[in-house]
């Protein structure tokens, strides 16, 4: 295959988080690029991170059978690309695909994470369970992990904080920017999309409404703002994408340390991140819907 995939190995995506009934289990470094909102701000905005019909169809398949074999998993791939390929007017062949034509945007997709906050060593990215007991003593040295979610958000331009639209600037002056946000946020996302689907509806179809309730803690509302402004034109679309997808290896804000290095600053002396597709562990939450 000629054009480079990011999922090509499918091993950086099993986690990641779409909004699918597995979804109901249940952010690059802090910089200015990473979305935040002021008290009262509203916002009318687009979840555009989405992962390839390959990785998809793969990640869909590791999940239905823990014993698939790496045959299977490319023999998989291959035919959803094929698919992919041979639904496009013209048709096209799989080598030729773009990374925009590869993307499955029937489904929007999220980053998860497990990070811990030290004073004198900020923020870092948990490596709770992965080490071992011995691992695990160390990282317990840290106040408990807290569980972060990140994803890419197109920004329409907008008039103050009112949530109007600025109509004729919406090909001009958009932003597409990394969003990190809280578990509460991610719920209330999910229920949002499992409300969606009883009517039929992608909630990658449509546009949403963010409003903020509070700025130091980022407590943002998502409500549906109406269907989604940026597909309606192909050629401003692919833009959007295109930017989108700069973004997608960049969604981790935190920085990655390992047990030993944790054991030396704390004086006693690889990653935890995880991508999520809308599916997880939300038995808590479901009880309670």
């Given at each position: 295959m000629t054009q480079s995939d990011p999922f090509d190995d499918y091993g950086n995506v099993e986690d990641d988080i779409g909004l699918e009934e597995e979804g109901k289990e249940e952010f690059k470094r802090d910089s200015d690029n990473w979305f935040k909102m002021e008290k009262g701000q509203?916002?009318?905005?687009?979840?555009?991170?989405?992962?390839?019909?390959?990785?998809?169809?793969?990640?869909?398949?590791?999940?239905?059978?823990?014993?698939?074999?790496?045959?299977?998993?490319?023999?998989?791939?291959?035919?959803?690309?094929?698919?992919?390929?041979?639904s496009l007017q013209p048709a096209k062949s799989v080598d030729t695909l773009t990374g925009i034509e590869r993307l499955d945007l029937g489904e929007i997709k999220m980053k998860r994470f497990d990070f811990h906050y030290q004073q004198g060593l900020g923020y870092v990215l948990s490596r709770m369970g992965k080490d071992g007991p011995e691992g695990d003593r160390v990282w317990g040295k840290l106040e408990a992990p807290k569980r972060g979610y990140s994803t890419v958000l197109l920004l329409y331009p907008m008039k103050g904080s009112t949530g109007e639209i600025i109509k004729e600037k919406i090909t001009s002056d958009y932003i597409v920017s990394p969003w990190r946000f809280s578990k509460q946020v991610y719920e209330d996302i999910w229920k949002l999309n499992a409300g969606l689907k009883e009517n039929g509806i992608l909630l990658s179809s449509q546009d949403v409404k963010l409003e903020c309730k509070d700025k130091q803690y980022q407590k943002i509302s998502i409500s549906i703002a109406g269907p989604a402004i940026w597909q309606k034109s192909e050629k401003f679309r692919n833009v959007v994408l295109e930017q989108a997808m700069a973004?997608?290896?960049?969604?981790?804000?935190?920085?990655?340390?390992?047990?030993?290095?944790?054991?030396?600053?704390?004086?006693?002396?690889?990653?935890?991140?995880?991508?999520?597709?809308?599916g997880g562990d939300f038995t808590e939450l479901l009880d309670q819907v």
């Open positions: 509203i916002v009318r905005a687009a979840l555009v991170y989405f992962h390839t019909v390959d990785a998809n169809a793969v990640m869909r398949a590791k999940k239905a059978n823990k014993g698939i074999t790496a045959d299977e998993i490319r023999s998989l791939a291959r035919q959803a690309l094929e698919t992919r390929a041979g973004w997608y290896p960049k969604l981790v804000p935190f920085r990655e340390m390992t047990t030993d290095q944790l054991r030396a600053k704390l004086g006693f002396g690889g990653p935890s991140v995880s991508d999520v597709s809308a």
